[in-house]
T-cell receptor, first 112, second 115 residues
Framework: KQEVTQIPAALSVPEGENLVLNCSFT??????LQWFRQDPGKGLTSLLL?????REQTSGRLNASLDKSSGRSTLYIAASQPGDSATYLC???????????FGIGTKLQVIP | DARVTQTPRHKVTEMGQEVTMRCQPI?????VFWYRQTMMQGLELLAY????????DSGMPKDRFSAEMPDATLATLKIQPSEPRDSAVYFC?????????????FGSGTRLTVV
């Protein structure tokens, strides 16, 4: 059974800092990994999708890397802004039915 | 932008009542998921449809929950009878799987409160 862990559970940083969010998964036989953002009381917004054959994906100030063999992914946010404050979730697609398993998320607060 | 539409956005109901949540997936998507989100458990997969056929509903309490796709534009999740422990936000997501996989889009969720 796939398990996804995200560390830290919460993070508070001053505006302008670069930061890294971590995601680890127990079964390395994955199809892909997706990072989402969730604002309070809202749905999930997809940020980046990394296929199993890829090592990283970039979008603006966001960069996600994938090391399938070690079961890890990181989401790097450059020059953080207060608008980046949200919960970031990592989701892994794996298994016979290609189930998607989510981590609990990392709650990020960027302080102006 | 194409979006997944969920109704209702909020629902408050009394214990024992039937609750029906609806989801309109993005046109052309062939995969639909139902998730439940709570503070304690995070996002839990309840049911998973591909081309309207249920592939996996092992995460769903079978005695009270049921999920269907009567047609390609509508997915439903029913709880009967509802219980206070069902209080959560229920999300629907749709995606396209065709050779490769192109990611999910989530709806805004239905916040269910059972009193």
């Amino acid at each position: 059974k796939q398990e996804v862990t995200q560390i830290p559970a919460a993070l508070s940083v001053p505006e302008g800092e670069n930061l890294v969010l971590n995601c680890s998964f127990t079964d390395s036989a994955i199809y892909n990994l997706q990072w989402f953002r969730q604002d309070p009381g809202k749905g999930l917004t997809s940020l980046l999708l990394i296929q199993s054959s890829q090592r990283e994906q970039t979008s603006g100030r966001l960069n996600a890397s994938l090391d399938k063999s070690s079961g890890r992914s990181t989401l790097y946010i450059a020059a953080s802004q207060p608008g980046d404050s949200a919960t970031y979730l990592c989701a892994v697609r794996s298994g016979g039915y290609q189930k998607v398993t989510f981590g609990i998320g990392t709650k990020l607060q960027v302080i102006p | 932008d194409a979006r997944v539409t969920q109704t209702p956005r909020h629902k408050v109901t009394e214990m024992g009542q039937e609750v029906t949540m609806r989801c309109q997936p993005i046109l052309g998507h062939n995969t639909v998921f139902w998730y439940r989100q709570t503070m304690m458990q995070g996002l839990e997969l309840l049911a998973y449809f591909r081309n309207r056929a249920p592939l996996d509903d092992s995460g769903m309490p079978k005695d009270r929950f049921s999920a269907e796709m009567p047609d390609a534009t509508l997915a439903t999740l029913k709880i009967q009878p509802s219980e206070p422990r069902d209080s959560a936000v229920y999300f629907c997501a749709s995606g396209l799987v065709a050779g490769g996989y192109y990611g999910y889009t989530f709806g805004s969720g239905t916040r269910l409160t059972v009193v």
